[in-house]
């Protein structure tokens, strides 16, 4: 007999018992599954975050008070978050900055961020206002789609005026041009010079569209504070990253001590992001995968109960030549066989899945993802097979063909 033949002949048996063995695949459906699908939700971040940074530009390097990364790398903890918060920059080390480099740094922009009450006739909320300099504009390459930018001239008198991002822009104004509209911030009325276009989170973040932008002078006087949260600098080449940022660093510590202040670029961030959500992808999948055992342990008991039910049969063909090669083969197809189906099943529920998802949520099947899941399912069904099979090998003909 083949190992073709002995194949045919699993997969008849599996076939016979059509809901049993779907029960049986079940561990291991829901196994693969939940893995390829939080995997894909993993990947599928990493994927948006790298998309958002990309956006932003690959030649601008950021200035921001402590060490926000900490001393492993990572994230700071509670020490490196107070540090973040203390008024330690000023507007006046940005501008040296720009006069000491004006061969590395091409512009820059100072930004504070605070909080208001924005009201639009009946409709109000609370806002992020976030305070930048008119040269944001070609920094971040951020044209207003709809009316204007603020002018230099209107930002150094502090004029209240003000940019909407266009998610608060339609959650204030709904249907109605907000341009040349007054919007009420903490009770003064601003005057809404134009809707910025979609631009997506920062550093995986709130997203800029729900930001409403106003002039850093304005801000100053208005919101009664000079705090500067972070100097954005966009270099003249991406090649020379590494030149400007050690060129502002030379700057930067004739006003601030090293552990002050931080100069970064979005590689560095964007590595730090995604080590994060690497592995908290890797320990989803390692969750979902206890599911791939239980399955296992499913297909062994459903084997060692059709080994036991099939005790005659194996004894007839034991009787008529069959070796215990052959039989343990038999029955390794028929676990292996439960195994591969459920683990086609589950990557086409995870993969509808995932379709299903990517409307709201950002969710990508990667080929490592689906071959792993794949690569485990089959192994597990070897594995948890063994045992039955061997039960079976190792039967007496005799004692197999007396068993009632």
């Known amino acids: 007999m083949t190992v073709a033949s002995v194949a045919r002949l699993a997969f008849k048996s599996i076939m016979l018992n059509k809901s049993r063995s779907f029960l049986t695949m079940l561990g291991v459906i829901i196994g693969v599954g939940s893995v390829v ?3 894909s939700i993993g990947n599928g971040l990493q994927a948006y975050v790298t998309d958002q940074f990309a956006s932003l530009g690959s030649n601008i390097l950021y200035v921001v008070p402590g060490n926000p990364f900490g001393e492993n790398g990572g994230f700071g903890g509670e020490q490196s978050m107070i540090e973040s918060t203390r008024p330690v920059l000023k507007r006046s080390y940005f501008n040296q900055v720009l006069r000491n480099n004006r061969d590395l740094v ?10 208001a009450e924005a009201k639009y006739g009946q409709k109000s909320k609370k806002i992020t206002l976030y305070a930048i300099m008119s ?30 991002g266009p998610k608060i822009a339609e959650e204030l104004f709904g249907q109605v041009d907000p341009v040349n509209k007054k919007l009420l911030l903490n009770g003064q009325s ?11 989170g920062g550093f995986g973040g709130p997203s800029f569209d729900n930001y409403v ?51 970064f670029d979005q590689t560095q961030l964007l590595t730090t992001i995604n080590s994060i959500l690497g592995m908290l992808t890797v320990g989803l999948g390692g969750i979902a995968a206890i599911s791939l055992v239980v399955g296992g342990i499913g297909i062994m008991n459903i084997m060692l109960v059709a080994v036991t039910e099939r ?26 066989l439960l195994s591969v189906l459920g683990g086609l099943i589950g990557l086409l529920i995870a993969y509808l899945g995932s379709l299903a998802l990517q ?15 794949f690569g485990v399912s089959t192994v597990v069904g070897l594995v948890f097979g063994v045992a039955p099979a061997r039960r079976a090998a190792k039967l007496s003909p005799i004692e197999a063909l007396r068993y009632e």
């Open 37 to 39: 699908l939080l995997t």
């Open 106 to 115: 091409k512009d820059g922009t100072v930004t504070a961020i605070n909080v």
């Open 135 to 164: 040269s944001y504009q070609t920094v971040y390459s951020s044209p207003a789609v709809k009316g204007r930018w603020f002018t230099d001239t209107e930002e150094e008198k502090a004029e209240r005026v003000i940019l909407l």
């Open 190 to 200: 601003y005057n809404v010079l134009g809707v910025l276009g979609e631009k997506g």
């Open 213 to 263: 932008y106003i002039p850093l002078e304005t801000s100053f006087k208005y919101f009664d504070t000079e705090l500067v949260d972070s100097f954005i600098f966009e270099v003249r080449d991406k090649e020379q990253i590494k030149e400007a940022t050690l060129a502002i660093e030379k700057t930067m510590i004739k006003y601030l001590k090293d552990d002050e202040f931080t100069v």
């Open 311 to 336: 005790t005659r049969e194996i004894g007839l063909r034991k009787a008529l030549g069959a070796t215990p090669n052959l039989i343990l083969l038999q029955f390794l197809i028929e676990a292996a």
């Open 359 to 373: 409307p709201y949520f950002p969710a990508k099947v990667t080929l490592e993802a689906v071959m792993l899941a």
